[in-house]
């Protein structure tokens, strides 16, 4: 298709490469490091050809602080969190889109405004909150709290999936005999079902990739991977190998899915571009 | 199934002073209309006067601000859409995109329960009357425009409904395949039996589907009849330049005796009055004929269109149209004078446009 100009190609494929270098370089480096022993991590200059060792991985699977426990943790907040999002988000969605009630703008408004705070802001009154109803260091708390954002920007991602049927096609179900909760079932869901692989996807992987959260309203017995990795940064000494090999493992579900999901992703990110130049 | 169980099938309908509001602006102002069972009845009118809205109403889509619904004289205006027994084709046809045009067409006897040997066979019958049997396994999205149409009106039919409602079903189709399928639908129909409320702006499609149509002005219906009776005798001023294309020429004059009086010259009618009076006179370009005594007019323009031609006029302030099957020996620029055999005319009360 770019067979005509060569050289607008070959230059694109090189400036994507460069792109895709500065990217990576990073996650080869960590990749290699979780490989070496402690001794190479720190040797200078850094080798490239060393010995490589599966010590780490035994270490941070198998060992005294093994981060197994906490990729479950992760694993059960991202989960749930991911779950009861899309619960929500689902009948919030299609019901900004298409209800008729008073303040319906000014509640889209909400929902995008939240998206705009600065989360460091509201970590206090979330601990406090939190500590009110004994919800720190609980599955449930951590939850709860990946809600109040994972909510709105799935309910935002999802309004315009929604928007794009049009209202006959549900006049016509309704006609059919299909009333209103078969009408979403059968009509307006498998219509969504990009839009709705794409938000599980975004708010999967932002409550597995969240941190700061999880750091101050976790605690010893809810502790997300995320946080886990510092197990190995102490006071006298940093495991750097182990980190790297504990955030290869952190790494691994996010990789697959973006590699399994590629395709749906991206649409998520341009659908706003390609809204309507579809079908029809 | 046999034409028999089609002609029980098929309901009457009557809707007596419906009226909608929009908030403060109201789109029908009290429609009253009867419907015979198994009639093919047209809704036409120009845009935005109110055709889809009551077509709505009849479908239970939209709640009535005023005004009741009745279906075989038991009043339905509360019913939800699914509860009425209709079936409607949509201007946008509606389909499911992510369902087989099979799924499509059985949709709606999935939803009421009807075991799926029996929608098969139901679904292949549809499918057949209206020519799709070959499509049954594609989507939508692999369907031309026609066949869309047709896979649409495979779904209506196939419930076998009481009340069939069609808006503006051919307006997305080209002129040709307009034509060939408006035929279709009229034989479909014939076949069916089923009551059908089509709405159209397009005045020639109600004429040759409607067994009557109710003309629709600003919210209004200012007219039903047959096809004929509303072409011959319409009701009103607007109703009259609404329908037949060209549309009909208007001149104002003063009528008395049997004589038109437009612009100084008198003009012969059939209809006589004794009380002199302004009046519209309306004559159809078909009826206008070019002669030595009459209104004197300037050809403005001459279309050919093969098998007729359209001479249009300046006649003072007047714009006319003639409409002849000859080509009249007569060019651009030159003067003539114009004018009706009596009885050609309609005439129409100067203020209110009724029909006199
Ligand atoms: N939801 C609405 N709010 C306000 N006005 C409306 C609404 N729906 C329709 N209308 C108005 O009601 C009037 C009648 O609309 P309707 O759709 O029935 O017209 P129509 O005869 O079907 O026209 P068309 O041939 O263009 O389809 C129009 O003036 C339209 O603007
Ligand atoms: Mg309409």
Redesign the interface.
């Known amino acids: 298709m770019t067979g005509r100009k060569p050289f607008r190609s070959l230059a694109l494929a090189a400036v994507a490469g460069v792109g895709l270098a500065v990217w990576v370089f990073p996650v080869i480096w960590g990749l290699l490091t979780s490989f070496k022993t402690e001794r190479d991590v720190l040797a200078y200059p850094p080798v490239w050809f060393f010995k490589p060792t599966l010590d780490n991985y035994r270490e941070v699977i198998f060992g005294a602080s093994s981060i197994m426990p906490n990729l479950w943790s992760s694993l059960v907040v991202s989960t749930s969190a991911t779950f009861f999002t899309m619960l929500f988000a689902i009948p919030a969605a299609y019901a900004l889109a298409r209800l008729k009630y008073p303040a319906k703008r000014a509640s889209g408004f909400y929902v995008l405004a939240t998206q705009m705070l600065p989360p460091v802001g509201l970590i206090i009154p979330y601990y406090l909150a939190l500590q009110k109803v004994g919800g720190l260091d609980t599955y449930s708390g951590l939850t709860l709290i990946y809600l109040t954002f994972s909510l709105p920007f799935a309910i935002w991602l999802m309004v315009s999936y929604f928007e794009d049927i049009?209202f006959?096609?549900e006049?016509?179900?309704?006609?059919?005999?299909?009333?209103r909760l078969?009408t979403l079932w059968?009509?307006i869901l498998?219509?969504v079902r990009g839009g709705i692989a794409v938000t599980t996807i975004f708010v999967f992987l932002n409550a597995w990739n969240e941190f700061m959260f999880a750091v101050v309203l976790g605690g010893n017995r809810v502790r997300p991977v995320t946080v886990a990795m510092f197990n190995f940064i102490s006071v006298e000494q940093t495991q750097w190998a182990k980190v790297a090999a504990g955030a290869m493992l952190a790494m691994l579900p996010v990789i697959l899915i973006g590699l399994f999901a590629q395709r749906h992703i991206v649409k998520g990110l341009t659908v706003g571009a390609v809204k309507g130049g579809g079908?029809r | 199934m046999s034409g028999n169980e089609a002609m029980r099938a098929s309901a009457s309908v009557r809707i007596e002073g419906v009226v909608k509001r929009h908030g403060t602006t109201t789109v029908l102002h009290g429609v009253d209309l009867a419907i015979e069972p198994g009639e093919f009845f047209v809704l036409l009118g120009p845009s935005g006067s109110g055709k889809t809205t009551t077509l709505r109403i009849l479908?239970g889509?939209e709640p009535v601000s005023d005004g009741r619904v009745f279906m075989d004289e038991v009043d339905v205006t509360m019913r939800?859409?699914?509860e009425r027994d209709?079936?409607?084709v949509?201007?946008?046809y509606?389909l499911?995109?992510?369902m087989t045009v099979a799924q499509n067409i059985g949709?709606?006897l999935k939803?009421?329960g009807t075991p799926s040997v029996e929608v098969a066979a139901a679904v292949n019958e549809a499918a057949a009357k209206v020519g799709i049997a070959h499509l049954l396994g594609r989507t939508p999205?692999q369907l031309s425009g026609g066949q869309q149409q047709r896979c649409a009106l495979a779904?209506a039919i196939v419930?076998q409904p009481r009340l069939f409602l069609l808006d503006e079903p051919l307006s997305n189709l080209d002129a040709k395949l307009r034509m060939e399928t408006r035929l279709e639908l009229h034989a479909l129909q014939r076949n069916l039996g089923a009551t059908t409320v089509y709405v159209t702006h397009d005045q020639e499609e109600a004429m040759t589907l409607a067994d009557r149509i109710a003309v629709f002005m600003d919210g209004r219906i200012v007219q039903v009849g047959t096809p004929r009776e509303v072409f011959s005798t319409p009701r009103t001023i607007e109703v009259a330049g609404f329908i037949g294309t060209p549309a009909m020429n208007f001149v104002s004059g003063a009528w008395s005796g049997a004589t038109v009086t437009v612009a100084g010259v008198p003009l012969a009618v059939r209809a006589s009055t004794d009380q002199p009076r302004e009046v519209k006179l309306g004559v159809r370009p078909n009826d206008l004929r070019i002669v030595a005594e009459g209104l004197p007019a300037r050809i403005e323009r001459i279309e050919d269109l093969g098998d007729s031609c359209i001479v249009s006029f300046a006649a003072g302030e007047s714009h006319l149209k003639l409409k002849s099957d000859r080509l009249h020996p007569v060019k651009e620029g030159d003067e003539v004078r114009l004018a009706f055999e009596p009885g050609a005319e309609h005439l129409f009360d100067a203020q209110t446009g009724a029909r006199l």
Do not use: I, N, T
């Open positions: 049009p006959e096609m006049e016509a179900a309704l006609l059919d005999r299909a009333g078969r059968y009509v498998p219509q079908r | 479908a889509l939800e859409p699914g209709v079936a409607m949509f201007q946008s509606a499911y995109p992510h949709f709606p939803m009421v999205g779904r419930r």
